[in-house]
């Protein structure tokens, strides 16, 4: 049974910073990619990052370029999202996510993805 729980959310002021986590189990990792999205009240669920397990290759969001991080410990079976410089606009819930297309093809659609996590909630206070 797949699993994806997320931890790390919370409240944080303008210009600060949160790490998230997500907690996978039950996937085959090396043929995952893992990947983050939001969704704010009344929007659509936003690509944010992904990584794949195995090689490590990574695609990012303009809207946070330079702005999040997203990496993964293998051993661990976690993936983090380092998100510095938060705006208010990137208030939203975090959604980890599992895939077993492209780190590209994830930042495509949230449609059709294999596996989500619950969602964990970032508020950023102006």
């Known amino acids: 049974q797949v699993q994806l729980i997320e931890f790390g959310g919370g409240l944080v002021q303008a210009g600060g910073s949160l790490r998230l986590s997500c907690a996978a189990s039950?996937?085959?990792?090396?043929?995952?990619?893992m990947g983050w999205f939001r969704q704010a009240p009344g929007q659509e669920r936003e690509f944010v990052a992904s990584?794949?397990?195995?090689?490590?290759?990574?695609n990012i969001a303009d809207s946070v370029t330079g702005r999040f991080t997203i990496s993964r410990d293998n051993a661990k079976k976690l993936v983090y999202l380092q998100m510095n410089s938060l705006k208010p606009e990137d208030t939203a819930v975090y959604f980890c996510?599992?895939?077993?297309?492209?780190?590209?093809?994830?930042?495509?659609?949230?449609?059709?993805?294999?596996?989500w996590g619950k969602g964990t909630l970032v508020t950023v206070s102006s």
């Open positions: 990584i794949r397990w195995s090689s490590g290759s990574v």
């Open positions: 039950g996937l085959t990792f090396s043929t995952y990619t």
């Open positions: 996510a599992a895939d077993r297309g492209s780190v590209q093809a994830m930042g495509v659609t949230p449609y059709g993805i294999d596996y």
